[in-house]
């Protein structure tokens, strides 16, 4: 079942075909962000949740339709002033050997850079705030080279905050993480939501995580297509989960959120012996 919704967007995809070489990944793909809202995509591997979101930063170029921002085709934009409205945080980069903490997170002010304006108090209050809040702050002066996967994430995460852009597409920001720092970063996704007016668009693979943050659920599923989208209460069913991702399971309400809970179904015994046994 897909809400339809009547916001406001400053960001969406009409038509999009994305392909990779000759494999294409999705075809007449219709995706509208509603504004100010944490949006999470989720879906089963390679059902091109990634590439969505690549689509939208402007990371991959559709074969087909458009991906519009504030009104303009993305790919009008020049890339400094993408980088002023839109901030990427990418499912994996690489660091330059030797560079610091600070200086990685200092590359996020790199759009409001000019010829005449280098760096200024602005820029070093926005690096320190970023790294504040990603709790790397005490990081500052280490090689981002020695740092746990765990670290190196959140650092990342620094650098896009650093950006002060009005809209966040984050893939897959919990990889690395611990449990307790997944929740720390979502945390602070939806606090840069509620109370600075973010647009946050985060690919994530858990489905509770997802009900519990999100405003707006979009839901992919193998081929690319939306299988539903909305206000995960009303969207996320059994039967979609079933549907989508092969899992039976029950919905019920979280007992802290009150957001949908998938609790899978308990499987007999007898089922896992007689598959091996086949």
């Known amino acids: 079942m897909t809400q339809k919704h009547h916001l406001e967007t400053r960001l969406r995809a009409e038509g999009l ?7 294409t990944v999705a075809t007449g793909l219709d995706v509208a962000i509603p504004d100010r809202s944490f949006t999470v995509i989720v879906g089963p591997n390679a059902c091109g949740k990634s590439t969505l979101l690549k689509a939208l930063a402007r990371m991959l170029r559709p074969r087909a339709g458009e991906v519009l921002l504030d009104g303009a085709a993305l790919s009008s934009y020049r890339s400094r002033e993408v980088a002023r409205r839109l901030g990427l945080l990418p499912q994996s980069s690489t660091a330059p050997d030797g560079i610091t903490v600070g200086d990685l997170v200092a590359r996020g002010r790199y759009p409001h850079q000019r010829f005449l304006r280098q760096w200024s108090a602005e820029d070093e209050d926005a690096v320190t705030e970023s ?14 080279e020695d740092l746990s996967g765990g670290q190196r994430q959140r650092v990342r995460l620094a650098m896009v905050l650093a950006q002060q ?6 893939d897959e920001p919990t990889t690395y993480l611990d449990i307790a720092h997944q929740f720390d970063v979502l945390d602070l996704c939806a606090d840069l939501h509620e109370h600075r007016g973010s647009t ?17 659920l979009v839901v992919m599923r193998a081929g690319g297509e939306i299988a539903a989208e909305g206000d995960p209460a009303v969207v996320m ?24 809970l998938v609790v899978p179904t308990v499987r007999r015994a007898g089922t896992r012996a007689g598959a091996a046994a086949s």
């Open 17 to 23: 075909t994305l392909s990779y070489d000759r494999r």
């Open 131 to 144: 790294m504040t809040l990603t709790g790397v702050l005490e990081l500052a002066d280490r090689p981002v």
């Open 165 to 170: 852009t009005s809209i966040l597409l984050l």
């Open 200 to 216: 946050v668009v985060a690919v994530l693979h858990d489905l509770n995580q997802a009900c519990r943050y999100a405003t707006h």
């Open 237 to 260: 069913t059994a039967e979609l989960v079933e549907d989508v991702f092969g899992l039976p399971c029950r919905i019920i309400d979280d007992p802290e959120s009150g957001s949908p």
